[in-house]
């Protein structure tokens, strides 16, 4: 069966998946999870690559003001945090665009379980800006991590995923590229059939109730 996704995002998850930076196994995460697949961002290290998301992402955003019709549309402009304030030269926490009186789109690469994106909402808000929206390059789609997992106790209760706790708690929409519903339907249509089996008994077992 032909995979029905836009192409964009087809040609994003083979990107990912020639260059591993979507690669199958066993991970720990972080939460204490062992996930059969790892997305790493970090290996975004060539010029096709860095073509790939970007291109990804410009469909993602433009797909995210369309259906956030409020949001204003000026000239986009960029800026980024660095891991620690710079006391000299331009000094700061910002690198690029001042966020004053900006409204400002997330961008991230993966969240897991939001403690990073309330950072940024943090700091977005003591630069003067206004947080419109959070988008990753993928969303695992998974419930929250409870509060014995990492000892490896799974309590099965229902959880909302990291992205629809930050929808629910800030009011403000998401985006993604990808997904693992779109990684998992790419797998069903070329993809490796043990592979494809861990993926559906993982998203099973973690799906989040949102």
Do not use: W
């Not at 549309?73 to 966020?99: C, M, Q, T, W």
């Not at 379980?113 to 950072?119: D, K, L, P």
């Not at 943090?122 to 390059?137: D, I, M, P, T, W």
């Amino acid at each position: 069966m032909a995979s029905t996704l836009p192409a964009y995002k087809t040609a994003f998850l083979e990107s990912c998946l020639s260059a591993n930076v979507l690669t199958f196994g066993t991970f720990t995460l972080k939460s204490g999870r062992h996930s059969p697949y790892f997305f790493n961002a970090g290996s975004f290290h060539t010029s096709a690559l860095l073509s790939s998301i970007s291109t990804a992402y410009a469909h993602t955003i433009i797909s995210f003001l369309a259906a956030n019709p409020s949001i204003p549309k000026p000239d986009v402009i960029f800026g980024y945090n660095r891991k620690e304030a710079k006391d000299h030269g331009e000094g700061g926490n910002i690198v690029g665009s001042s966020l004053k009186g900006k409204n400002v789109l997330v961008i991230d690469d993966v969240i897991t379980a939001g403690t990073a994106m309330r950072e940024t909402l943090s700091l977005v808000s003591k630069e003067g800006g206004k947080v419109v929206g959070f988008a990753v390059a993928l969303d695992r789609l998974e419930k929250m991590p409870g509060p014995k997992e990492k000892e490896g106790i799974d309590d099965g209760e229902p959880r909302m995923s990291a992205m629809g706790q930050i929808r629910r708690e800030y009011g403000v929409p998401t985006a993604s590229i990808v997904t693992l519903d779109d990684l998992i339907m790419l797998m069903k249509d070329k993809g490796d059939e043990d592979d494809l089996k861990k993926l559906e008994a993982y998203r099973k077992r973690y799906q989040a109730s949102d």
